[in-house]
């Protein structure tokens, strides 16, 4: 028997694995202190932030000391965009991006831009990847950072973020990913992608809200955002979020181990949606990349259908129409958009998020949900109406 409601929207954020919660209760109740106290109790706190800041940059390959904390991957993009161009600034004014960025990116080089800042939003193609060859073109003596994303949150695709790190090594200039959606899902070795600045969050890979970090390299230096008590290096400060902090490391740790089987099975339980989809309704069209994309996501268009009616319909499931985030927003999605695909189609999207605690039984649960309910909305859909004959 399936429990309803089935929760299937992991790429927004994941439940809380319940080692998870274990390990951050002691920190509410008996380990509460602060961790920048001498006294016992601040010490203790200090030791578990030290062991979860080794075991979130164990799963990265970087240093510990290289680990900032933030209250998540919204403020380590922020702290890594405009931190590095305030920073920078002297050396140019130019930043180039994607038009596929999480808004947590687009929003802060919109206010740069207003800042005088210079940015290039570069096109990508229809599966969603940004060529590294645009983004030798695009550097300028005048550009200090790029910033593109290592998976998207919407379509999953894998952007060749190798690839770019070479070019920004060669050429000088700071390369910042947004990582938030590959990390636990696939691997992140930020020495092999030569990141220079690298954005997490903890509540994607099974860890809580309001917590992430920055990976920000050895002799890179930011201007902090927010000014205070100079914790985290001078880079953020505030009081430590021990708890979170602790959960996080928790997260990654659990990640690391399990990653490559949780990988596999994701990825079986989302290819068996989308063959089971595909083998009962026409017309199911694939957003993102075939293959270079995140195992648990699946972005699919239902011609002739809105994504949020079919989202509305099928109250035993969990899913997102476009991106979580800006769901409040009717505009289909910009991600959509820039991969060239047509207003009706990115209207009729609706993205799949396969994770850790779903099985295969809720997989053929969907699919035969999402085939009742697509069959019923096109049986009156007006589009399909018109195209009837008589
Ligand atoms: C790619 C990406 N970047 C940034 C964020 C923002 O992360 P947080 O919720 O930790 O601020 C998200 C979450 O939706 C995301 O998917």
Known sequence: MVRLPIYMD???????????????????????????????????????VDEAR??????????????V????????????????????RRQGNHIITTQVEHRA????CRRLERDGFRVTYLPVDRFGCVSPDQVADAITPETILVSVMLANNEVGTLQPVASIGAICKQ????????????????????????????SLSAHK???????????????????????GGGHERGM??????VASIVGFGKACELAGREMPAEAERCRRMRDRLYEGLLDNLDDCTLNGHPDQRLPGNLNLSFVHIQGEALLMAMKNIAVSSGSACTSASVEPSYVLRAMGIRDNLAHSSIRFGLGRFNTME???????????????????????????PG
Not at 21 to 38: C, I
Not at 69 to 88: P, V
Not at 105 to 108: C, G, I, Q
Not at 171 to 198: F, M, P
């Open 236 to 241: 953020r400060s505030g009081t430590l979020a």
């Open 105 to 108: 990116v687009l929003d802060p």
């Open 54 to 67: 080794a075991g979130i940059a164990a799963l990265i390959n970087v240093a510990p000391r290289e680990i």
């Open 171 to 198: 050429r000088k200039v700071l390369l910042h990913t947004d990582a938030t959606q590959a990390i636990g899902k696939v691997t992140v070795d930020v020495e092999s992608l030569q990141a220079d600045l690298v």
């Open 69 to 88: 904390f933030t209250s998540g991957a919204t403020e380590s993009n922020n702290l890594a965009l405009k931190g590095g161009a305030l920073m920078y």
């Open 205 to 227: 890979i099974y860890g809580p809200k309001g917590v992430g970090a920055l990976y920000v390299r050895r002799r890179v230096r930011l201007e902090p955002i927010l000014d």
């Open 10 to 48: 992991n790429q927004a954020t994941t439940r809380t694995d319940p080692r998870v919660v274990d390990a951050m209760l002691p920190f509410f109740t008996e380990d509460y202190g602060n961790a920048a106290s001498v006294h016992a109790f601040g010490q203790r706190a200090l030791e578990a």
């Open 362 to 388: 809720e997989v053929e649960f969907t699919i035969e949900e999402v085939t009742k309910v697509v069959r019923r909305l096109r049986a009156i859909s007006p589009s399909l109406a018109l195209q009837a």
